[in-house]
Protein backbone atom coordinates (compact mmCIF):
# COMPACT_ATOMS: atom_id res chain seq x y z
CA UNK A 1 0.00 0.00 0.00
CA UNK A 2 1.45 2.99 -1.35
CA UNK A 3 0.42 6.55 -0.52
CA UNK A 4 1.13 9.77 -3.28
CA UNK A 5 1.28 13.07 -1.90
CA UNK A 6 -0.07 14.23 -5.27
CA UNK A 7 -3.08 12.18 -5.30
CA UNK A 8 -6.75 13.33 -4.25
CA UNK A 9 -7.95 17.27 -3.59
CA UNK A 10 -6.68 19.83 -1.11
CA UNK A 11 -2.96 20.27 -2.72
CA UNK A 12 0.23 18.44 -1.74
CA UNK A 13 1.74 17.63 1.42
CA UNK A 14 5.78 17.22 1.27
CA UNK A 15 7.91 16.12 3.94
CA UNK A 16 11.21 18.38 4.30
CA UNK A 17 14.35 16.63 3.89
CA UNK A 18 16.16 16.09 6.79
CA UNK A 19 19.05 13.85 6.04
CA UNK A 20 21.51 16.94 5.73
CA UNK A 21 20.29 18.09 9.20
CA UNK A 22 21.02 15.08 10.41
CA UNK A 23 24.48 14.65 8.93
CA UNK A 24 25.74 17.92 10.27
CA UNK A 25 24.00 17.25 13.69
CA UNK A 26 26.46 14.11 13.70
CA UNK A 27 29.44 15.77 12.51
CA UNK A 28 28.68 18.08 15.83
CA UNK A 29 28.71 15.45 18.06
CA UNK A 30 31.75 13.62 16.65
CA UNK A 31 33.80 16.95 17.24
CA UNK A 32 32.33 17.85 20.67
CA UNK A 33 33.10 13.64 21.82
CA UNK A 34 37.00 14.21 20.69
CA UNK A 35 37.23 17.73 22.02
CA UNK A 36 35.75 17.67 25.17
CA UNK A 37 38.22 15.22 27.09
CA UNK A 38 41.21 17.74 25.72
CA UNK A 39 38.64 20.82 27.60
CA UNK A 40 40.15 19.25 31.16
CA UNK A 41 43.66 19.15 32.34
CA UNK A 42 45.59 16.38 33.47
CA UNK A 43 47.48 18.85 35.93
CA UNK A 44 45.28 20.56 38.34
CA UNK A 45 46.91 23.68 39.73
CA UNK A 46 45.91 26.82 41.53
CA UNK A 47 47.25 29.99 39.60
CA UNK A 48 47.96 33.06 41.42
CA UNK A 49 46.41 36.11 41.60
CA UNK A 50 47.75 39.21 40.13
CA UNK A 51 47.39 42.59 42.10
CA UNK A 52 47.91 45.12 40.01
CA UNK A 53 48.49 48.51 41.45
CA UNK A 54 47.66 51.58 39.23
CA UNK A 55 51.10 54.14 39.74
CA UNK A 56 50.05 57.49 39.23
CA UNK A 57 50.65 58.99 35.72
CA UNK A 58 53.36 61.68 35.91
CA UNK A 59 53.43 63.99 32.66
CA UNK A 60 56.91 63.99 31.64
CA UNK A 61 59.29 66.37 32.13
CA UNK A 62 60.58 68.85 28.76
CA UNK A 63 63.88 70.52 30.01
CA UNK A 64 64.96 73.37 26.89
CA UNK A 65 67.93 74.45 26.40
CA UNK A 66 68.30 77.40 24.36
CA UNK A 67 71.78 78.20 22.58
CA UNK A 68 72.41 81.73 21.34
CA UNK A 69 74.18 82.24 18.48
CA UNK A 70 77.11 83.47 21.19
CA UNK A 71 77.23 80.44 22.77
CA UNK A 72 75.03 81.53 25.85
CA UNK A 73 72.92 78.70 27.17
CA UNK A 74 69.60 79.34 28.82
CA UNK A 75 67.54 76.63 30.91
CA UNK A 76 64.16 76.69 30.34
CA UNK A 77 64.67 80.54 29.82
CA UNK A 78 66.93 81.10 32.70
CA UNK A 79 70.99 82.01 31.84
CA UNK A 80 72.98 79.36 33.06
CA UNK A 81 77.16 78.37 32.52
CA UNK A 82 78.28 75.51 31.31
CA UNK A 83 79.26 73.91 34.85
CA UNK A 84 76.17 74.88 36.25
CA UNK A 85 74.52 72.76 33.02
CA UNK A 86 76.36 70.02 33.63
CA UNK A 87 75.37 69.63 37.22
CA UNK A 88 71.78 70.41 37.07
CA UNK A 89 71.85 67.68 33.84
CA UNK A 90 73.41 64.92 36.29
CA UNK A 91 70.46 65.79 38.72
CA UNK A 92 68.14 65.36 36.42
CA UNK A 93 69.65 62.29 34.84
CA UNK A 94 69.41 60.95 38.11
CA UNK A 95 65.52 61.25 38.12
CA UNK A 96 62.76 58.42 37.37
CA UNK A 97 61.35 59.03 34.61
CA UNK A 98 64.14 60.92 33.01
CA UNK A 99 62.96 64.36 31.36
CA UNK A 100 63.29 65.48 28.06
CA UNK A 101 65.73 67.62 26.82
CA UNK A 102 64.57 70.11 23.76
CA UNK A 103 67.66 71.62 22.51
CA UNK A 104 66.50 75.04 20.54
CA UNK A 105 69.38 76.75 18.64
CA UNK A 106 69.64 79.80 16.72
CA UNK A 107 69.68 79.22 12.50
CA UNK A 108 73.49 80.81 12.83
CA UNK A 109 75.06 78.91 15.85
CA UNK A 110 77.83 76.98 15.36
CA UNK A 111 77.64 73.24 15.15
CA UNK A 112 80.27 72.79 17.58
CA UNK A 113 78.55 74.66 20.23
CA UNK A 114 75.51 72.67 19.80
CA UNK A 115 77.67 69.31 19.75
CA UNK A 116 78.92 70.19 22.81
CA UNK A 117 76.28 70.83 25.30
CA UNK A 118 74.97 67.30 23.51
CA UNK A 119 77.79 65.82 24.53
CA UNK A 120 77.34 67.47 27.77
CA UNK A 121 74.25 66.00 28.64
CA UNK A 122 75.24 62.65 26.91
CA UNK A 123 78.12 62.29 29.57
CA UNK A 124 76.11 62.82 32.67
CA UNK A 125 73.20 60.26 31.34
CA UNK A 126 70.63 61.96 29.80
CA UNK A 127 68.87 59.67 27.26
CA UNK A 128 66.63 61.87 25.63
CA UNK A 129 67.33 64.94 23.51
CA UNK A 130 64.85 66.31 21.09
CA UNK A 131 65.55 69.58 19.03
CA UNK A 132 63.01 72.27 18.51
CA UNK A 133 62.84 73.62 14.72
CA UNK A 134 60.50 76.00 12.82
CA UNK A 135 58.12 74.36 10.18
CA UNK A 136 59.67 75.38 7.00
CA UNK A 137 57.19 77.33 4.54
Known amino acids: MAFSANEGEG ?18 LIIFMVTAPLMNHKVQIVLPEAALQQRPEVPPQIIT ?3 KETGEIFWNDQPVTRELLETQLAVEAQKTPQPQVDIRADKTTRYAIVQGVMKTAKDVGIRKIGFVATPSS
Open 65 to 67: LSI
Open 11 to 28: GGFTEPNVVPLVDVMLVL
